[in-house]
Nanobody
Framework: QVQLVESGGGLVQAGGSLTLSCAAS????????MGWYRQAPGKQREPIAT???????NYAASVKGRFTISRDNTKNTMYLRMNSLKPEDTAVYYC????????????WGQGTQVTVSS
């Protein structure tokens, strides 16, 4: 089992910045991929950014150039630095850790609210 705890959400004005953290604990196997997803009211959960245990990253087009994903494997913690925030970034942000090779696994955090005011 793996537990994920997000922190760092809150209310920020448009143009501002926030940094989210996701602390993982439990039986963490590598290689794995960690990622940030978000879900706005009335919308489906969407991927924002992912990072492999070796450091390869991918970003959604909507956040590329504004958000930066990183991880510290020594602390089992992932981060999401969000700059130039827009009202449309308002959502619940979820942390995920996934492993597709044997044994496969897929865990989610409880989510943290990010609200961007205009």
């Amino acid at each position: 089992q793996v537990q994920l705890v997000e922190s760092g959400g809150g209310l920020v004005q448009a143009g501002g910045s926030l940094t989210l953290s996701c602390a993982a604990s439990g039986s963490i196997l590598r290689p794995n991929t960690m990622g940030w997803y978000r879900q706005a009211p009335g919308k489906q959960r969407e991927p924002i950014a992912t990072i492999t245990s070796s450091g390869s990253t991918n970003y959604a087009a909507s956040v590329k150039g504004r958000f930066t994903i990183s991880r510290d494997n020594t602390k089992n913690t992932m981060y999401l630095r969000m700059n130039s925030l827009k009202p449309e970034d308002t959502a619940v942000y979820y942390c995920n850790i996934r492993r597709v090779i044997t044994p496969p696994s897929d865990y989610w955090g409880q989510g943290t609210q990010v609200t961007v005011s205009s």
